[in-house]
């Protein structure tokens, strides 16, 4: 089968195109055929070598992958061939917390990825997808989706009504203001990017910050709010940015812990917290359970993931360098 491996942490150099033999199906496994899989932060921090996480070289990277089941284990009854599935981020977290060994199968990091014609899978590690999605939009949903779902919904009790922050105009939050607003939430979002702001708008973002233009953006969103501020935000940059996102929650509202897009750090201010009676959750992408009821969110909405480009399997360095350069709006795809 055609893959893509991983074979040094120093970078694009790293990446190379390869074949391996498709993997043999254990009792308790399924084979999927991947149609396509999808790049996010922690794919080019690993190739980078800047992930906490212990990866064994090579490895098949992503975690992200859509596709059809083609073979099952003997032992598996919870799905069939001809399912149309996504790999679950943690292969072994159904429900629940989640526990250190949870933590230790992870797809494209601590296990084999899903950049490859065919993946072998743990048969309680997939999920059907919605069936109005395509697979190339299916393959935006197990780390981006989900990490934004559990932020907004399983940790932080957004409900209509409610306003969310969502900060840039990557995977998690580009897929999360989408599904806030199929929520009846409303969503403020900020971009470096004015093109992207008026992206973000069209596809119904209701308030729009440029966060280069406007270096006081948190205080903008509690304007926007009436001085009352958001519900909750996704916290995906880090640095500086905690302190405006502490800054731009109401009081009792709900920072979800997820990211460092713009490097490390991020302080978290505990006498904010307290004062404002903040609630914080530290965000692990999230469990079977979650996907399943984010998938029935999206069912019952019709929602559509944007997926802003594709490359084929044999461009998988250029996407790569296309995700690395930040001129994305939403998710980049590999088909194959
Ligand atoms: N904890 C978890 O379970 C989990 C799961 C998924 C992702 N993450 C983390 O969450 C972060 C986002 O992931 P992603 O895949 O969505 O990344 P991504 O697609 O690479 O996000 C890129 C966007 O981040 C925005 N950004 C960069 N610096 C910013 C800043 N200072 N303020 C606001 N926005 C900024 C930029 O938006 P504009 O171009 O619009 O300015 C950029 O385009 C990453 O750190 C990732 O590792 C964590």
């Known amino acids: 089968m055609r893959c893509v491996e991983i074979v040094a942490t120093s970078g694009i150099e790293g990446l190379r195109l390869a074949e391996r033999p498709t993997p043999k199906v254990g009792p308790r496994q399924v084979l999927v055929r991947i149609h396509a899989a999808s790049l996010n932060y922690r794919d080019a921090m690993i190739l980078s070598g800047g992930y906490v996480r212990g990866v064994s070289l090579p490895r098949i990277p992503l ?11 003997a032992e598996v009854t919870r799905v069939k061939v ?20 949870i933590q230790e199968a992870a797809l494209g990091g601590t296990a084999e990825g899903v950049l490859t014609e065919y993946a072998l899978l743990e048969s309680d590690g997939v999920v059907r997808f919605p069936e109005h999605l395509s697979f190339i939009e299916a393959a935006t949903l197990p780390c981006a989706g989900l990490t934004a779902w559990h932020g907004l919904f399983e940790a932080g009790g957004l409900k ?15 897929l999360g203001m989408q599904l806030a607003r199929a929520a009846g939430a409303r969503a403020i979002i900020t971009s470096s990017s004015d093109e992207k702001l008026a992206r973000a708008k069209k596809l119904g973002a209701s308030d729009t910050i ?5 270096p006081h953006w948190a205080a903008t969103v509690r304007e926007i709010t009436g001085g009352r501020g958001v519900d909750c935000v996704l916290e995906v940059a880090g640095g500086a940015s905690t302190k405006g996102a502490l800054e731009a929650l109401r009081n009792g509202g709900h920072m979800a812990i997820i990211g460092g897009r713009s490097g490390p750090g991020g302080e978290l ?30 069912t019952v909405a019709g929602l559509h993931p944007v997926v802003d480009r594709t490359y084929e399997l044999k461009d998988a360095v250029a996407a790569y360098r296309d995700f690395q350069s930040g001129k994305h709006f939403g998710k980049i795809v590999i088909t194959l």
């Open 63 to 73: 975690s992200d992958g859509a596709g059809e089941i083609v073979e099952v284990g």
């Open 82 to 101: 001809g399912d149309r599935v996504c790999g679950t981020f943690f292969q072994r977290w159904i429900t629940g917390p989640v526990f250190p060994e």
């Open 160 to 174: 209509a009504g409610d306003t969310a922050l969502f900060l840039g105009t990557g995977g998690v939050s580009v």
């Open 210 to 214: 440029n966060y280069v233009g406007n």
């Open 269 to 298: 201010d505990r006498r904010f917290v307290l004062q404002k009676g903040l609630r914080v959750t530290g965000i692990n992408v999230g469990s079977r359970a979650m996907f399943e009821a984010m998938n029935r969110a999206i």
